[in-house]
């Protein structure tokens, strides 16, 4: 995939996104947004990378893995777009930031990487994925050498196609097997195995494509990659990581004019989606299938979609018996294999003095969400309630909570946990609470909206007295990498009034809509409890006719 030729957005394409850009910085000041210095004057202009705020506090509860999707790169898409990624505690995709990558190099990588890094407190994620390409596995090298790079199995899967599209061709079964190989294999010798009898079957062994992603399979391959966290439901997942933020928004025929329409509209999609997703969690109760307190101690900890799959984990205990096979003191090695499949059992090691497990099947440091088969350990030793290890607060309903916030901002230096972006966050994720709480009566509700229209009341009294304290450093954002800088003191102070200001409008525009969203939760809440009455009325309807018809 790589090219190296410069992407021009034509027809004041550069303009159109720069003004957009400018004036959502205006409106929320922890709007960031940069572009790359043009130091080769290439035709097709500089790269541009933006994140709003919304993108750069979720990084803060989600940020442990990225996917940097480039789908949009190839010449195929008339928008040079690119996108930073992750997954929230429901299990959908949530944004970190957007790029037009308009000068295709490994200089423009590495310094979209930085940047991208720099809007996100300096704060590396656990793993990244992206397309098999050698100028990002440049920049992440450089930027993020900490970080376990992953390459996209669909990255993988299309250039395969490409590349022996004459063994496709002639071998229909070809493609199948080559999925299966890669995605059903649970151990290293059993794909090492698969691998070579597929190359043997097909008389492919000497294969310059094939023996090229063989020298990468850890990169890849998913049982290489079972010890780091990529945050998948399943380890045996054959989406290979990219998920689908701008899926149905982002299309061959869009144009820079429609990119940002369509930019907005994913955004607002999404959060409905989660709001939706948040919703069904608060308010709806799931089917216990067990009488475990676990699975009850699940039912309140996690979010709805992730409780799902632990429910599914947990149910399949009662068809994968654990064995033991080994005992030296605190440590007692068990096998645990589903009925019929012993062939396919899985090696649980278990240290009682500490409540911890660990399984070969590694889906807990590859999903975050424990298996079956330590769930059959821990069934055999009479565990009835989740260790605190083993749940992860990213999957949970307080994954928002301010105690992320708090953990992140404590690691960075003291300048920036006093930023604007910071106190940005904290104050929303406040206004945020008072939505959940206040969702959950009537006499909540209105306690909550009293609150935030007295705290409407002190913010208008401080804009009209002009007071307040002093703003503190941040990081500011918005011209060719070097981020504007206040050029002397006067212009210093007005740009701090000036934030100030903004800042005041924020609020309210935070408060209004925060009001708005309250309003609905509370039409939601009493449409349920008409619901409730009606379906009252008509029990106690069908009571009486059934007491009439005793009585006759």
Known sequence: MSGGRPRSLGGGGQHHVLDYLKRMQSENPAFF??????????????????????ARMNYNYFGDTLVFDTSYRTHRYRVPFASFTGINHHGQPVLFGCAL?????????????????????????????????????TAVSQILPETRHRYSKQGILRETQEKLAHIYRSHPMFETEFKKCINETETIDEFESSWQSLLQRYYVMDNEWLQSMYNARQQWVTVYLRDTFFGELSVTDGSGGLNSFFDGYVSASTTIQMLIKQYEKALASWHEKELK???????????????????????????RRIF???????????????????DSGTITTYRVAKFGEEHKAHTVCFNSFEMKATCSCQMFEYSGIICRHILAVFRAKNVLTLPSQYVLKR?????????????GASELPNDSRESLTVRYNNLRQEAI???EEGAKSIHIYNVAMDALQEAAKKVSDVKNQGSGGTQGGTLTNGSSQELHVAKDNSSATLQSVDEKQKKIRELTAELEGTNQRCEVYR???????????????????KVQNARLSLKE
């Open 395 to 407: 999957w949970t309903t307080n994954a928002k909570s301010r105690a992320v916030l708090d953990e």
């Open 101 to 137: 990558i308009l000068n295709d190099s490994e200089s423009s990588f590495i310094w979209l990487f930085q940047t991208w890094l720099s809007a996100m407190s300096g704060k590396q994620p656990l793993s990244i994925t992206t397309d098999p390409d050698h100028f990002i596995q």
């Open 308 to 326: 799902m799959k632990f429910q599914d984990e947990l149910v399949e205990t009662l068809a994968n018996p654990a064995t033991k096979i080994d």
């Open 523 to 541: 039409a939601n809440l009493l449409a349920v409890l008409k619901d409730m009455e009606e379906q009252k009325l008509k029990l106690s309807v």
């Open 277 to 303: 997703a948040d919703y069904d969690t608060t308010n709806t109760t799931p089917v216990l299938k067990t009488p475990s307190p676990m699975e009850k101690q699940a039912a309140g900890l996690y979010t």
């Open 33 to 54: 947004y940069a572009t790359q210095p043009d130091t080769d004057h290439s035709p097709g202009g500089a790269t541009i990378f933006w994140a709003d705020a919304t």
């Open 433 to 435: 609470k008072y939505v």
